[in-house]
T-cell receptor, first 112, second 112 residues
């Protein structure tokens, strides 16, 4: 069966510091990968999605970037965090665009 | 994707069936009805989806009206662990890069 892992689960970072969240999927090949963010009390916002290695699409302009160095690895990064980057970050995967999307457990980021 | 309307909150007694309604009167012919839930501080969990026939799996049943303008998610024997926000989403399987759009959902509280 397929599983998705993301880490770290929680982190507190100062403003201006870098960020790296990692996500890996097991049990499938060539998944579509997604990064979502959920700000406190708000809905999920799609940040990035990827249909293959090195292929990244950005949904909203922001202080973040994403990379897919391997087939089942998706990384969310920032060079300098802002207070507004605080939130709950979720990695997700699907077998194909438009198919059922499965989410990881999420990473809580607090920028102070 | 078509929009959905759900009640903001519902209560259900433990052991009873929880029936969560969803209105999607503008759904189009190629759009599926998806249900997810999000337990506090966790990633959204896929529950079930359907097109026009009723569906059942180990978690829940999905009843879709004949005109497809509304549906009901049924948790047959609710437990305290079913307390969560439940999201009804309509989405085409050919939606390409269209993000999964979560509304505000229904906050289900299962009461002992």
């Amino acid at each position: 069966s397929q599983t998705i892992h993301q880490w770290p689960a929680t982190l507190v970072q100062p403003v201006g510091s870098p960020l790296s969240l990692e996500c890996t999927v097991e049990g499938t090949s060539n998944p579509n990968l997604y990064w979502y963010r959920q700000a406190a009390g708000r809905g999920l916002q799609l940040l990035f999605y990827s249909v293959g290695i090195g292929q990244i699409s950005s949904e909203v302009p922001q202080n973040l970037s994403a990379s897919r160095p391997q087939d089942r690895q998706f990384i969310l990064s920032s060079k300098k965090l802002l207070l507004s980057d605080s939130g709950f970050y979720l990695c997700a995967w699907s077998a194909a665009l438009g198919n059922t999307i499965y989410f990881g457990e999420g990473s809580w980021l607090t920028v102070v | 994707d078509a929009k959905t309307t759900q009640p903001p909150s519902m209560d259900c007694a433990e052991g009873r069936a929880a029936n969560l309604p969803c209105n999607h009167s503008t759904i189009s012919g190629n759009e599926y009805v998806y249900w997810y839930r999000q337990i506090h501080s966790q990633g959204p969990q896929y529950i079930i989806h359907g097109l026009k026939n009723n569906e059942t799996n180990e978690m829940a049943s999905l009843i879709i009206t004949e005109d497809r303008k509304s549906s009901t998610l049924i948790l047959p024997h609710a437990t305290l662990r079913d307390t969560a926000v439940y999201y009804c989403i309509v989405r085409s399987r050919n939606s390409g890069n269209t993000p999964l759009v979560f509304g505000k959902g229904t906050r289900l509280s299962v009461i002992a």
